[in-house]
């Protein structure tokens, strides 16, 4: 028997109907770095439908892309709303990208409006000229135009184009498989690959996000996306949000430990995100001012392995991380790592230290050599593959057929899925090092270094070795007034990993280098080594 229920598409477009008329008094705050300026969502909706028209009069009529240049605001969340709801799609500019990354992409992507804001202009002016596909450039709050008047594109101001704008827009019906969003890749190996997110895809994550299982949002809680709204989506947290009805406190360019802390005492958020390194600061910037985080019941935290030490000070001071994890190919949430049912004590933090269990809706496998399934008894390792309504199955005009196998999603994580669905990444294909025909885990030593008192970050990476032809390097960043030295790194790592996995060359560094997205840059690292540009110390 056929099915009576309705075909009722899952769009964008509803989930901002929803959420900016159910939950119209729920607000969105925006840090301005000593206060907040606020808009309810109801006033939100209206600005979008008022944006939607304004795009429509500079010709977006289609699936053109609209590009984003922008930090974590009320505007962009209008953007986030009107752009894909318009039926237009939403390209996401990461604004920490090399110059020639970010031409590529906006050529690539074929954006033809860009929205900058005003206090981004220096860094989209040297570039401009060179995006050629874009004939609009929208500039959102005060900044300076001046560099941007010579580059052959109509400027505009974002606040003159939605007050001549109706308040009111005809959304049209849309396709929910049709493309609503796309972010690329941080490029790690050769160019950035474009994600395009369905409205399909973009419904049912945050529906899966709003779930328990993943970060239980509603109506009662406050999301603060750390984030950036350029790296995935922020993590999907504004389209969850919305959809919960949940209120949002956007940082703004405040995304320092300071302003950060005054933003969490003063607004109260319940729920917020951000990559480890960002925690970390937090909470040594907590600690040593008393600061008040208690309005956290949860923190989800992702973008690179969370160390076990940061979750366990988060615990001391009454917030609780937990780690999920995920790619831009992923939407990006897929697995988050709350402890089982009645676990406590040590059996919790087993779990927890996990990069956690799979979301309803996704399957995930662990593959061997030759392609050979594995078992998931938490003990088999090989390359981590996923399928699933969210997950992405080819990359923008590029074929790379090595990333998709038999309809699943190569991650090119290496690690282990238990019976119960809990993954545990031990390393990204490229990074672990095998040592003399064993494989050591630099995330693992990385963990392990980053308990110790004195050590603020470490970054661990396989080098050449004439004898077991690759061995661990740690580069080591410690807390300012501590003389730890390699040796008694060294020592601190006995017991806690087998003999011959203790690193021999030892590097102390200012700062861990960086991608785009705030992941340790270990190529750099690599270069540095290769190059002679690091002050190695022998220890064996």
Same mark, same amino acid.
């Given at each position: 028997?056929?099915?009576?229920?309705?075909?009722?598409?899952?769009?964008?477009?509803?989930?901002?109907?929803?959420?900016?008329?159910?939950?119209?008094?729920?607000?969105?705050?925006?840090?301005?770095?000593?206060?907040?300026?606020?808009?309810?969502?109801? *006033?939100?909706?209206?600005?979008?439908?008022?944006?939607?028209?304004?795009?429509?009069?500079?010709?977006?009529?289609?699936?053109?892309?609209?590009?984003?240049?922008?930090?974590?605001?009320?505007?962009?969340?209008?953007?986030?709303?009107?752009?894909?709801?318009?039926?237009?799609?939403?390209?996401?500019?990461?604004?920490?990208?090399?110059?020639?990354?970010?031409?590529?992409?906006?050529?690539?992507?074929?954006?033809?409006?860009?929205?900058?804001?005003?206090?981004?202009?220096?860094?989209?002016?040297?570039?401009?000229?060179?995006?050629?596909?874009?004939?609009?450039?929208?500039?959102?709050?005060?900044?300076?135009?001046?560099?941007?008047?010579?580059?052959?594109?109509?400027?505009?101001?974002?606040?003159?184009?939605?007050?001549?704008?109706?308040?009111?827009?005809?959304?049209?019906?849309?396709?929910?498989?049709?493309?609503?969003?796309?972010?690329?890749?941080?490029?790690?190996?050769?160019?950035?690959?474009?994600?395009?997110?369905?409205?399909?895809?973009?419904?049912?994550?945050?529906?899966?996000?709003?779930?328990?299982?993943?970060?239980?949002?509603?109506?009662?809680?406050?999301?603060?996306?750390?984030?950036?709204?350029?790296?995935?989506?922020?993590?999907?947290?504004?389209?969850?949000?919305?959809?919960?009805?949940?209120?949002?406190?956007?940082?703004?360019?405040?995304?320092?430990? *300071?302003?950060?802390?005054?933003?969490?005492?003063?607004?109260?958020?319940?729920?917020?995100?951000?990559?480890?390194?960002?925690?970390?600061?937090?909470?040594?910037?907590?600690?040593?001012?008393?600061?008040?985080?208690?309005?956290?019941?949860?923190?989800?935290?992702?973008?690179?392995?969370?160390?076990?030490?940061?979750?366990?000070?988060?615990?001391?001071?009454?917030?609780?991380?937990?780690?999920?994890?995920?790619?831009?190919?992923?939407?990006?949430?897929?697995?988050?790592?709350?402890?089982?049912?009645?676990?406590?004590?040590?059996?919790?933090?087993?779990?927890?230290?996990?990069?956690?269990?799979?979301?309803?809706? !996704?399957?995930?496998?662990?593959?061997?050599?030759?392609?050979?399934? !594995?078992?998931?008894?938490? *003990?088999?390792?090989?390359?981590?593959?996923?399928?699933?309504?969210?997950?992405?199955?080819?990359?923008?005009?590029? *074929?790379?057929?090595?990333?998709?196998?038999?309809?699943?999603?190569?991650?090119?994580?290496?690690?282990?899925?238990?019976?119960?669905?809990?993954?545990?990444?031990?390393?990204?294909?490229?990074?672990?090092?095998?040592?003399?025909?064993?494989?050591i885990s630099s995330v693992e030593l990385e963990n392990h270094l980053m308990a110790h008192p004195d050590v603020i970050e470490a970054a661990v990476v396989g080098v050449p070795d004439d004898r077991w032809q690759e061995r661990p390097l740690a580069s080591v960043v410690v807390r300012d007034g501590a003389a730890v030295t390699a040796a008694e790194l060294r020592e601190f790592l006995s017991g806690r990993i087998p003999k011959w996995q203790l690193p021999e060359r030892w590097s102390f560094i200012a700062e861990v280098p960086k991608t785009s997205v705030g992941k340790f840059d270990k190529k750099v690292l690599r270069r540095r080594y290769a190059d002679g540009g690091l002050d190695v110390e022998r220890v064996d």
């Amino acid at each position: 028997m056929w099915s009576t229920m309705q075909d009722f598409p899952l769009t964008i477009t509803s989930i901002m109907r929803y959420g900016t008329s159910v939950f119209g008094a729920t607000e969105v705050a925006t840090w301005t770095g000593d206060g907040t300026r606020r808009r309810t969502y109801a *006033e939100v909706g209206e600005r979008a439908a008022r944006l939607a028209g304004a795009l429509r009069g500079l010709g977006v009529d289609g699936d053109q892309r609209v590009a984003t240049f922008m930090w974590n605001n009320a505007e962009h969340l209008e953007a986030y709303l009107a752009v894909p709801s318009m039926g237009a799609v939403l390209h996401t500019l990461n604004l920490r990208l090399f110059p020639d990354q970010l031409v590529y992409i906006a050529n690539h992507a074929e954006d033809r409006v860009v929205l900058v804001d005003g206090s981004l202009i220096p860094l989209l002016a040297p570039v401009l000229p060179q995006l050629k596909t874009v004939q609009h450039v929208i500039v959102v709050g005060a900044g300076d135009t001046a560099p941007l008047a010579d580059a052959g594109k109509d400027l505009h101001s974002y606040e003159d184009l939605l007050a001549a704008a109706p308040a009111d827009f005809d959304w049209p019906e849309i396709d929910e498989r049709s493309a609503a969003a796309m972010c690329y890749t941080s490029g790690t190996t050769g160019n950035p690959k474009g994600v395009v997110y369905s409205h399909r895809s973009a419904y049912l994550h945050s529906m899966a996000t709003c779930t328990g299982n993943a970060m239980g949002l509603s109506a009662t809680d406050t999301v603060l996306p750390v984030v950036p709204m350029f790296h995935a989506n922020a993590w999907g947290l504004p389209y969850a949000a919305v959809m919960a009805g949940a209120a949002l406190v956007m940082p703004d360019r405040f995304l320092q430990a *300071e302003p950060l802390v005054r933003l969490i005492e003063a607004e109260r958020p319940t729920v917020a995100g951000a990559v480890p390194t960002i925690w970390s600061d937090v909470l040594r910037h907590a600690r040593e001012h008393g600061s008040d985080l208690g309005s956290l019941r949860l923190v989800p935290c992702g973008g690179s392995a969370v160390p076990e030490a940061l979750m366990r000070g988060f615990d001391e001071i009454g917030v609780r991380i937990v780690q999920a994890w995920g790619m831009t190919e992923t939407s990006p949430v897929a697995t988050v790592a709350h402890p089982p049912a009645g676990a406590t004590g040590e059996d919790a933090w087993q779990a927890r230290v996990t990069q956690g269990r799979i979301l309803a809706g !996704l399957e995930i496998r662990i593959v061997g050599d030759g392609d050979v399934v !594995l078992p998931n008894d938490g *003990e088999a390792v090989g390359e981590v593959e996923i399928r699933g309504p969210w997950i992405t199955g080819a990359y923008h005009l590029d *074929e790379d057929p090595g990333k998709f196998h038999d309809g699943w999603l190569r991650t090119g994580d290496v690690g282990t899925l238990s019976s119960d669905g809990y993954l545990v990444l031990t390393d990204r294909a490229k990074d672990v090092i095998k040592s003399g025909g064993e494989w050591i885990s630099s995330v693992e030593l990385e963990n392990h270094l980053m308990a110790h008192p004195d050590v603020i970050e470490a970054a661990v990476v396989g080098v050449p070795d004439d004898r077991w032809q690759e061995r661990p390097l740690a580069s080591v960043v410690v807390r300012d007034g501590a003389a730890v030295t390699a040796a008694e790194l060294r020592e601190f790592l006995s017991g806690r990993i087998p003999k011959w996995q203790l690193p021999e060359r030892w590097s102390f560094i200012a700062e861990v280098p960086k991608t785009s997205v705030g992941k340790f840059d270990k190529k750099v690292l690599r270069r540095r080594y290769a190059d002679g540009g690091l002050d190695v110390e022998r220890v064996d």
